[in-house]
């Protein structure tokens, strides 16, 4: 070889790291996030269907759980779930969540595109409520299940979490396939669970039980900072709270606003901001929802106003 082409073996040579350094860029914009959700608890091969079903689309994926112990059929805690979690995923993020009493069923299987650059593969059956709210609608569409099922899959019809959903949401998640895809546009709206909105009105606000801190019985309102503020309650002062299923009444009581557990006597009652910044209530050392029975969901709702002196 003469110097002339040893110059520009060397030249090409130079190049090699930029060619391996694009490549591998590539590679890793490639790997997508799938995080799944489900009433399916982990006590048979459920959820490791669904994941072998997304790692046969691609095995880079990485897949995370958010919960597979939602109660059984129990929509509104599954909504709850994801406006809890959601937003603290990166864009880009799929999820797929199925609790899907109506599976086999009419109701439409959709993936929702938030506006935070989420994404939602899902029954349309009130699973959207509150992300749909929180994070807003950029666009929803159909699954279109000629193309977007899982092969000789189309005689079952009490698995789609398995043949639909987690195949859909891996195929997106990978790249295989593009968000306008998924199937025909729909208008942008999903179906809702009511409950009640978070007000505050004279004196008073009022607010739903969306969920129990189930591991400690702590009562969760969807009452956040801001609204809570505008009683104008410092830290010490009671409030009278007062809590309904539906029309009934169910407790009602006074006690102290504090920041943390431990600033009342073990055994009492207290109300505090929850890691989420939204009005909650507890008993030091106790179960609040199982001493008065207090569970959650959209028909449970609460009032608070502040005590005066």
């Known amino acids: 070889m003469g110097p002339s082409h040893y110059l520009v073996a060397m030249h090409w040579f130079l190049y090699i ?15 997508g996030v799938v995080v799944f959700q489900s009433d399916f608890g982990v006590k048979d091969g459920a959820v490791s269907a669904m994941k072998g079903v997304a790692i046969s689309i691609d095995p880079t994926l990485k897949l995370y759980d958010l919960t597979h112990e939602i109660p059984a059929y129990h929509i509104w805690e599954a909504a709850y779930r994801l406006q809890q979690t959601a937003a603290y995923w990166p864009p880009g993020t799929v999820f797929v969540s199925v609790v899907d ?20 593969v899902t029954p349309d ?13 950029d666009e929803v569409r159909e699954i279109d299940e000629v193309l977007n099922r899982r092969k000789n899959s189309a005689a079952s019809y009490t698995f789609h979490g398995r043949d639909v959903y987690a195949y ?52 969760w309102t969807n009452i ?3 609204i809570f503020k505008k009683l104008q309650v410092s830290v010490g002062v009671n409030v009278e709270v007062v809590i309904r299923h539906n029309d009934a ?4 009581g006074k006690m102290p ?17 929850n890691s989420l910044m939204n009005l909650s209530f507890a008993i030091n050392m106790g179960s609040f929802s199982d001493s008065f029975r207090i569970a959650s969901g959209p028909g449970w709702s609460v009032e608070v106003k502040k005590v005066n002196l």
Do not use: W
């Not at 930029?18 to 890793?28: E, M, N, P, R, S």
């Open 17 to 31: 790291p930029l060619f391996l350094l694009i490549i591998t860029a590539g590679c890793k914009q490639k790997h």
């Open 224 to 226: 956040n900072d801001s």
């Open 249 to 252: 009444l169910v407790y009602t």
């Open 125 to 137: 059956n009130g699973t959207l409520t509150l992300v749909a709210e929180s994070l807003g609608i």
């Open 257 to 273: 606003y504090v920041h943390t557990f431990g600033d009342v006597p073990e055994g009492r009652p207290l109300a505090y901001l």
């Open 168 to 219: 859909t949401g891996a195929r997106l998640a990978a790249g295989v396939i593009r968000f306008e895809e998924v199937g025909p546009l729909l208008p942008d709206t999903v179906i809702r669970i009511p409950y009640q909105q978070a007000t505050a009105e004279a004196g008073v606000v009022k607010g739903n039980i969306p969920i129990l801190d189930v591991q400690y019985g702590n009562v």
């Open 101 to 120: 009493p109506g599976v086999g069923t009419d109701r439409k299987s959709v993936v929702m595109r938030s506006r935070s650059g989420h994404y939602f």
